[in-house]
């Protein structure tokens, strides 16, 4: 049945052992990866706490992370692994450039509100 | 009777130069057009190139005039420039006159247009067509032209500089226009013209530009006359339509117009198609606004607000017969159209006795003048709906004279006495010291236009007319109008006389008194009266008037010149030209005078009819006595009415000071006649009531649309972008997250294309 | 707590509207949608046809088992497969461990002296599979960290001149900027100036003076 197939194939993936993953399997990753990612998109698009906002942006990072892993596993390589080590290091390189900027962002305004630094009439 | 027969045999024998000759004429139909036909098919050569002189001397006056208005210049140079050139160009339509052989050419200056597609071709060039009606026509514009810019040297003279320059400008102006008018080679030419002079006319009349009035009157010649042109434009475009050229010597000797004519000689119109016919209407319009013909003549009368020598030429002599001379010229045009010329004679008729009637009743010499002028034309273009242009002609020629002449002794006397032209204000001039001379060719001048029997040209001139109004079947009727119209043409015209000229000296001066510093500042109105002199005229203006009273008098001659052939030297001009035309009815009533036979129908334009008689005599010696005898009543009941006591007054009149006279009392008990008669019977009031105003309404029914219709869609046009931008500004709002969401929806549309394409593509589920 | 402490301490009744209310709610959620539906259909729509991999399980594993003998030594001797002095044996030219996954059998190798001295291979052993022990798998992790090192080893590098630069950007950034006076500032330029001075031969050398 479809569900004891489901349930064997987690049982064998927490075994450690490289087992083909299926597309019924891989879905729920993917599922899950794209609703984390729009979860961040909308946050990102709503808050107005830019430290908020930032965290958003990570979790799409991590969205995107979950979504290549799943895919490397589906591969059976470990470059999908391997690349969310990178994109990992690259996503902290980036908080810290972006915490740095919104500091100085705070400083000028005094407030962390992205709307503070609405000076156009539009 | 006796006294019948006797009076019968005398006016025979005086009338003889008015009567056709034997041989010539055959009396029927047939004969008559090819005669007419005969003159059309002559060939027309190439003429000597010295005749451009006549065209172009002028027009080098004009430049050098507005040469001398640009050097400011301020002496009297521009008046014998003008004067020098115009009797140049005289001399050459002279040496023309006197070496024109017989048959007609043209004088080309230089191509205009001269278009040809396939076998059709459009060709208006700048030449010039001479034949006998052009040289008649070039004598008198050419010599009135150079009499009254003499005239106007000394009577513009208080207004030397720019005034003066601009004044012989626009005079050089004219005349060039005017000969392009008259010897244009093709219709073209001949529209050319009519604007130039319209336009000359606008600039003179409007001469005095700081005076509304005369601004005003400006406008209106000018209005009037566009109206009138744009059926002459019309008749033109339908020529072109129709005969497939406006080249004269190509449009006379057009074989269909040759058929219409042959058609139309005996009656017969049935066959002549509506679109040749509406030409002659078209073009007939385009003569009633040029030679102020009802209803277009409301312009002539306020025209006067011009200075005199721009009245005398062109509002008497020279630019109100170039409708005359359109008709003549295109005689062949309107005998082919069945209801042209019977309208063109009742106009004339009903103008003619129009204007008399308003012209009994004003005051202002210079407006009874021009009344009579208007009359006077009427005359001219009934003459040519009766079919004798050579009478139309002759009533031409001698009016130019004689109206010219009265022109400037009225201006004359508005010069001399600061600018007073009331009748009720003057009396007695012709005594005063200095005016003898515009005494006495004032009264030529008025004998001339009343038509005192013998003695005036104009008598046998208005007689020619006259009497085919009789001979031409079914114009009876227009005959006793004119009649009537003549004998109060003697009464007006002799009204002035009597008023003005005789009697106990009286003078106040009109309003320009008070422009000129004479005396020194006196506010006192009475003291002026007292302390006014007039001031006589120079040798400028009574040389002219000498010569022009002269010329009105020897041109009595020209009836009796070539009398046996034609009627006269200006039959023997008109005959061998486009005008040309002999009336059966006139060949059909002469051959049965002559013959002392009874008459007979006879077939002819108006129909297969009889010609008329006066009172069972022929026509021209029943004519001498009723007009003759018409005119010397009208003078006598000028005389009684106006004439002062004493010989002055021929013994009948009561006048005893200037501003009252016997005719006052009967004014008043006439009833509201004479006060609408005075008002001009309220024409331009209707007129402005009926066109006018429902234009200005229109206009500003027009000036509310476009401000706000036509504006507003403009401003529509300038608001879009603004609509625009209020749309597209908020997305540069300045808000982070605004512009994060437009970057992800673009994202979200780009991947949707791209799914739904490849989903599509591939036809996965 | 960042977020709560995002006003400055003077509007502290901002505290709780800051973030009450949201920005672009509509487009937001409706992109967001928008976008899951997408990737979901693309998921159930392609993620079908994604081609086979090529590599079997069993490959998979032994890839990286060959690599480890190290690894395979220390699962056999925890497995108690080993006896003194054995370990997995290594192929002589590649130095890979010479381990048969899908047939479950390893090479053991004695390591001694031999006469001479030298190491030398003494005897060999073949486990069968009935030996084969069951923790004997390639675990995630070497595999991860195999393919990073041996696959990707620039991506280290990279990775770490990332973190440098943004080390240097963020301390760049965030300093506290102080103004100085005019006069200050050129002392303190003649100052950082002195401390390099040239002298006769052209050698550099740090100035003893100290500001």
């Known amino acids: ?122 | 009777m006796m006294t019948t027969s006797l009076l019968t045999n005398l006016t025979h024998t005086l009338a003889s130069p008015l009567m056709l000759a034997g041989e010539g004429s055959g009396g029927h139909g047939g004969h008559a057009a090819s005669d007419n036909l005969a003159m059309l098919n002559e060939h027309v050569g190439t003429g000597p190139k010295w005749v451009l002189l006549i065209v172009f001397l002028p027009l080098l006056g004009f430049v050098l005039n507005a040469i001398y208005a640009a050097i400011s210049n301020k002496s009297k140079l521009p008046a014998w420039t003008t004067i020098v050139l115009l009797a140049g160009a005289f001399a050459a339509t002279l040496t023309m006159f006197l070496q024109y052989e017989g048959t007609p050419y043209t004088v080309h200056a230089f191509d205009w247009f001269n278009l040809h597609y396939g076998d059709k071709s459009f060709v208006a060039n700048f030449s010039f067509y001479i034949d006998r009606l052009t040289i008649l026509w070039m004598l008198f514009v050419t010599g009135l032209a150079t009499m009254i810019a003499l005239y106007a040297s000394e009577y513009m003279s208080h207004d030397v500089g720019l005034g003066y320059c601009r004044f012989f400008a626009a005079f050089g102006l004219f005349v060039f226009s005017m000969s392009c008018l008259v010897m244009g080679d093709n219709m073209l030419m001949l529209y050319l013209g009519w604007e130039g002079v319209g336009l000359c006319s606008y600039l003179l009349i409007g001469y005095f530009y700081k005076k509304p009035s005369a601004v005003a009157a400006a406008k209106k010649a000018f209005i009037v006359n566009r109206i009138g042109d744009l059926g002459l434009a019309l008749g033109v475009y339908l020529t072109f339509v129709h005969f497939g050229t406006i080249q004269y010597a190509e449009l006379f000797s057009n074989e269909t117009l040759h058929q219409y004519m042959n058609a139309a000689a005996v009656g017969d119109f049935s066959h002549i198609p509506a679109q040749a016919q509406w030409i002659a209407l078209l073009m007939m319009v385009g003569a009633f606004g040029k030679s102020a013909q009802f209803p277009l003549y409301v312009w002539l009368p306020d025209a006067m607000e011009g200075p005199t020598p721009v009245s005398a030429l062109i509002h008497a002599a020279t630019m109100v017969t170039a409708g005359v001379y359109l008709i003549a010229r295109f005689y062949p045009v309107f005998l082919v159209s069945e209801n042209a010329l019977p309208i063109v004679a009742w106009i004339g008729t009903i103008t003619a006795i129009l204007a008399a009637t308003i012209g009994m009743a004003q005051f202002d010499i210079k407006r009874i003048m021009a009344y009579s002028t208007v009359s006077q034309l009427g005359y001219m273009f009934a003459g040519l709906g009766l079919l004798t242009t050579t009478g139309a002609a002759f009533h031409v020629l001698t009016h130019a004279f004689f109206k010219a002449l009265l022109f400037l002794a009225c201006g004359a006397v508005m010069h001399g006495f600061a600018g007073q032209l009331d009748l009720r204000k003057l009396s007695g001039v012709a005594w005063m010291k200095g005016w003898g001379i515009v005494g006495i060719t004032m009264l030529v001048g008025c004998m001339n236009l009343a038509g005192l029997p013998y003695i005036t040209s104009g008598f046998y001139s208005k007689d020619m007319i006259l009497a085919e109004a009789f001979i031409t079947p079914g114009y009876q009727l227009i005959g006793w109008i004119l009649v009537f119209t003549a004998i109060l043409t003697a009464y007006y015209t002799f009204r002035v006389y009597f008023r003005v000229f005789l009697g106990p000296q009286h003078a106040e001066p009109g309003d320009e008194h008070d422009d000129h510093d004479d005396h020194a500042g006196d506010a006192d109105h009475g003291d002026h009266a007292s302390h006014f002199h007039p001031h006589a005229p120079g040798w400028a203006i009574n040389t002219v008037l000498i010569v022009l009273a002269c010329a009105s008098m020897l041109s009595i001659s020209l009836a009796y010149i070539q009398k046996d052939e034609h009627h006269g030297w200006v039959g023997s001009m008109v005959a061998e030209s486009s005008a040309s035309f002999h009336s059966p009815y006139a060949e059909a009533a002469h051959h049965a005078h002559v013959e002392h036979t009874e008459m007979h129908a006879v077939a002819g334009p108006v129909g297969n009819l009889t010609p008329g008689t006066v009172f069972g005599m022929d026509a021209h010696q029943g004519m001498i006595l009723v007009s003759g005898l018409g005119a010397i009543f009208g003078v006598l009941v000028a005389a009684y009415f106006h004439g002062p006591k004493g010989w002055q007054g021929l013994f009948i009149g009561g006048r005893t000071e200037a501003g009252t006279c016997r005719m006052d009392a009967i004014a008043k008990r006439a009833g509201p006649l004479p006060r609408w008669a005075e008002n001009k019977w309220y024409v331009d009031e209707i007129y402005q009531m009926i066109f006018v105003g429902p234009l200005r309404l229109l206009s500003h029914i027009f000036h509310w649309i476009d401000k706000l219709l036509l504006d507003g869609l403009v401003n529509l046009f300038g608001f879009l972008p603004r609509v625009f931008a209020w749309i597209i500004r908020p997305s540069q709002s300045g808000v982070l997250q605004g512009y994060a969401v437009s970057m992800a929806g673009g994202l979200a549309i780009l991947l949707f294309v791209v799914i739904v394409i490849v989903m599509r593509a591939g036809g996965a589920a | 707590m960042l977020a709560t402490q995002a006003p400055t301490g003077e509007d502290d009744d901002e505290l709780g509207e800051v973030d009450a209310v949201a920005r672009e709610p509509m487009l937001a959620c409706a992109i967001g949608f928008v976008l899951v539906g997408l990737m979901t259909s693309a998921m159930f729509g392609g993620v079908g046809q994604l081609p086979k991999n090529h590599i079997s399980e069993a490959q998979a594993s032994s890839a990286v088992l060959e690599h480890l003998p190290r690894k395979v030594d220390k699962i056999l001797d925890r497995a108690g497969l080993l006896e003194d002095g054995w370990r997995a044996a290594r192929d002589p030219i590649t130095g890979l461990a010479m381990i048969d996954v899908d047939a479950q059998t390893i090479e053991l190798e004695l390591i001694g002296e031999d006469d001479h001295g030298h190491e030398a291979v003494l005897s060999t052993r073949t486990l069968g599979p009935d030996e084969w022990p069951e923790s004997m798998v390639g675990e995630n992790l070497d595999r991860l960290g195999f393919n990073l090192l041996n696959d990707h080893p620039m991506m280290i590098e990279v990775a770490g001149i990332i973190l440098l630069m943004a080390m240097l950007g963020a301390t760049v950034l965030a300093r506290k900027h102080t103004e100085l006076e005019e006069a200050l500032k050129a002392a303190q330029a003649r100052k950082l100036g002195s401390m390099f001075e040239d002298d006769e031969h052209g050698v550099t050398h740090a100035s003893g003076r100290n500001g």
């Open chain 1, 1 to 122: 049945m479809h569900s004891m197939q489901m349930f064997e194939s987690f049982q064998l993936a927490q075994l450690a052992f490289p087992a083909e993953m299926s597309a019924s399997v891989l879905a729920p990753y993917l599922f899950v990866s794209a609703a984390m990612f729009a979860i961040g998109l909308i946050g990102f698009l709503t808050r107005k706490n830019m430290i908020i906002m930032f965290l958003c942006t990570e979790l799409m990072f991590q969205a995107a992370g979950l979504a290549l892993i799943a895919f490397g596993r589906h591969h059976l390589g470990s470059d999908g692994q391997t690349f969310v080590i990178f994109v990992l290091c690259v996503a902290a390189a980036e908080a810290a450039m972006a915490l740095a900027l919104v500091v100085l962002l705070f400083r000028h305004r005094e407030s962390l509100s992205a709307s503070a630094w609405k000076e156009l009439n539009g």
